[in-house]
């Protein structure tokens, strides 16, 4: 399993902060469906104020840019993403991985 954490700020407004919120209460099915048919097994998202930090955990051979480009194309992910990028803090027409940047692991307690 490989393991991808990434931070993303939101628009600093408690009103579209709710919404980003409560839309992710209800993310479309099919949106749910495209993420688990490219190779993600687990996600889970965290929010302080603006800044909002995801896990990520996928299958071995997840390749980074191939997959998320591959998810892109599928079923309603466009839509989606149009959607939450009122929220977010970044540049629209960017790509989930240009929004979502990776961090750098620094620590691990046991390996």
Known sequence: M???CQTLDLKDDPVLI??????HSKVW?????????VGILD???FRLGN???M??????????????ARLSTLPMQKEWEAYVSQFQGCDPDAPS???????????ELEK
């Open 2 to 4: 490989k393991r991808y």
């Open 18 to 23: 709710e919404k980003y919120v409560e839309a």
């Open 29 to 37: 099915p099919v949106v749910q469906d495209g993420i688990k048919q």
């Open 43 to 45: 996600m889970q998202i």
């Open 51 to 53: 800044r909002l930090f």
């Open 55 to 68: 896990i990520m955990d996928t299958v071995d051979d997840f390749d980074w840019e191939k997959d998320n």
């Open 97 to 107: 991985t240009a929004k979502w940047r990776l961090m750098e692991k620094i620590f």
